[in-house]
């Protein structure tokens, strides 16, 4: 038990700051043995006093700063406390403790009180408010940063005014480090934090899910309404959708498909029309893709119309949050989307280029089609 006890001891100060402690009795033993050395009606005694009492707050006040920074690095050290923008909060003790002796030395050189020498500063508080700006200004938003629990170490930042996007690295009192993801370190101050706003991505990383928005504009003119032929067509493209198909055929036999009532209703597309259809299979294609968590929002929906076409966005959230493997799910979901298009008589638009009207040239002129290299694979079947 003595032994584990003084082992925490020692974790807790540490060889520096012990050797710290100890070099505060250095002057206090040095002034109990002036007395024996000079002669205090001699001129040197004051003067040797004055030095001993300055030798011993500086002392004071570096054996308390070392105190402070290895009560910070323990807990930082801590699993529930590592995240936290603790290193602000010590480095304002330390400068508080720091000003406190400058305060004491100097009433020891003056020869007069320091609640006097306080006293009379404000005076100065216009001088001082200028040169501890920052710093003023740097507690102020730590202490806001910490009470409303608004950045933690290693959380994923966004600020586009100051250039930032990548993970907080350090977060002291005047500056926040944010190591970008081109690896590029940025220094902001604190107080930026909080007179800007800026995006945490924490509440993303701690949810269910990273959300994922998709999509395509169709082009107006391959959107139709389907027939029984095409239908029969689409039941023998997916099962799922086949088993869709027959559903609403049914329901809209007894005339329910437009029911509002119905839970089920048109949210997941519809058998009217080609583009409804195909909502009806991303629908299904994202419920079952193994990466999607289906207990987060999902669906396929249809934006405000535009010039360029009938915009379709997929909006679904991935389970893996990780960068690249985030990115790789959602590729996969955007190409499995472009592949399956043409299956449902759609395409979507793009702009042309000189070779699409070479290409379009070539056709109108009836040059056969088998000679012309690189077509889509659409229009060649």
């Not at 020891?108 to 306080?118: D, F, V």
């Not at 893709?289 to 379709?312: C, F, K, S, W």
Request: include cysteine; glycine fraction near 8%; hydrophobic fraction near 50%.
């Amino acid at each position: 038990m003595k032994s584990s006890w003084v082992l925490r001891l020692w974790q807790t100060f540490k060889i520096e700051v012990v050797r710290r402690l100890l070099m505060v009795a250095v002057p206090l033993a040095v002034g109990v043995v002036l007395p024996w050395v000079v002669s205090e009606e001699h001129w040197w005694f004051a003067l040797l006093q004055h030095v001993v009492w300055i030798w011993f707050v500086v002392s004071v006040v570096w054996a308390v700063n070392g105190v402070l920074r290895s009560v910070g690095t323990m807990w930082l050290s801590k699993s529930t406390m590592h995240d936290r923008p603790l290193k602000g909060i010590v480095q304002i003790l330390q400068v508080l403790v720091a000003f406190i002796g400058v305060v004491v030395i100097v009433s020891i050189l003056i020869g007069r009180s320091p609640l006097a020498l306080i006293t009379g500063l404000g005076a100065f508080a216009a001088v001082l408010m200028l040169v501890f700006k920052d710093s003023i200004l740097g507690f102020v938003a730590g202490v806001l940063l910490a009470e409303n629990d608004m950045i933690h170490l290693g959380d994923w930042i966004e600020m586009p005014s100051n250039h930032v996007n990548g993970v907080v690295q350090d977060v002291s009192l005047t500056i926040v480090k944010v190591r970008n993801w081109d690896n590029t370190i940025v220094t902001i101050p604190p107080y930026a934090l909080i007179s800007e706003s800026f995006v945490n991505w924490r509440g993303m990383l701690h949810s269910g899910g990273r959300r994922i928005t998709c999509g395509v504009t169709l082009m107006y003119d391959y959107v139709k309404p389907c027939t029984l032929d095409f239908l029969e067509q689409m039941k023998s493209f997916d099962a799922d959708l086949a088993t869709f198909i027959t559903v609403k055929q049914r329901q809209a036999e007894r005339g329910e498909e437009c029911d509002v009532h119905n839970p089920e209703g048109l949210v997941d597309g519809s058998i009217r029309t080609n583009a409804g259809l195909l909502r009806a299979y991303l629908a299904i294609y994202l419920r079952r893709h193994p990466a999607i968590n289906t207990d987060l929002l999902l669906m396929v929906r249809m934006l405000p119309a535009t010039e360029n076409g009938l915009p379709l966005q997929l909006y679904c959230f991935s389970r893996n949050k990780v960068w690249p493997e985030y990115e790789a799910i959602q590729a996969g979901i955007m190409e499995h989307l472009l592949s399956v298009l043409p299956a449902f008589e759609l395409y979507a638009y793009q702009n042309t280029s000189a070779r699409d009207n070479v290409i379009n040239g070539l056709l109108e002129g009836g040059y056969d089609v088998g000679r012309i290299r690189d077509l889509p694979w659409g229009v060649v079947r």
